[in-house]
């Protein structure tokens, strides 16, 4: 079922997004604390994001929601940022954030091999990523498969 009303409002959505200038960043249909909620995550083409610009959004999406009538039960829609541990999803969003620092998590990893890495994202490749982080007191790095990235997101660098 998310899946379809997913497929049902992106194109209306994209549209309203594409045509203010911004990106779509992501769209989720999901259930939390018992409320369904369409989730637009939008950012400027500059990767910022103000609360003007996402109130402006939510109401064009708002609107277009209320003519196309594409859920049949109660929701919330929540027009939002990324957030500054956004999601990175697939190879573009790892060119865009390149030399950035980032955390991926891994699907399979072998014994001594930590579960996960954070450091900074120094290449992107067709197949792999260039991870370079610290181990102890040590700068390291590790090359990892696209096909092995179970999840990874910006991270915060204290």
């Known amino acids: 079922m998310n899946d379809d009303i997913i497929?049902?409002?992106?194109?209306?959505?994209s549209k309203i997004v594409?045509?203010?200038?911004?990106?779509l960043y992501d769209l989720e249909y999901v259930?939390?604390?018992?409320?369904?909620?369409?989730?637009?995550?939008?950012e400027k083409k500059d990767g910022s994001m103000d609360f003007e610009t996402a109130e402006f959004i939510s109401n064009l999406v708002s609107k277009k929601l209320d003519?196309?009538?594409?859920?049949?039960?109660?929701?919330?829609?929540?027009?939002?940022?990324?957030?500054i541990e956004k999601p990175l999803n697939n190879k573009q969003d790892f060119i865009n954030n390149l030399?950035?620092?980032?955390?991926?998590?891994?699907?399979?990893y072998n014994k001594g091999e930590?579960?996960?890495y954070t450091g900074d994202l120094i290449e992107v490749n067709?197949?792999?990523?260039?991870?370079?982080?610290?181990d102890k007191t040590r700068t390291k790095q590790i090359k990892i498969s696209f096909d092995n990235i179970q999840k990874?997101?910006?991270?915060?660098?204290f």
């Open 99 to 108: 030399n950035n620092y980032i955390t991926v998590y891994l699907k399979k």
């Open 7 to 13: 497929k049902k409002v992106k194109p209306d959505i």
């Open 31 to 42: 259930k939390e604390d018992g409320n369904w909620i369409l989730r637009v995550s939008i």
């Open 152 to 157: 990874a997101h910006i991270a915060v660098k």
């Open 67 to 83: 003519e196309i009538d594409p859920i049949d039960h109660s929701y919330i829609l929540d027009v939002c940022s990324p957030g």
């Open 114 to 116: 930590m579960p996960s």
């Open 18 to 23: 594409t045509e203010n200038n911004l990106n």
């Open 126 to 134: 067709d197949d792999d990523i260039l991870i370079s982080y610290k």
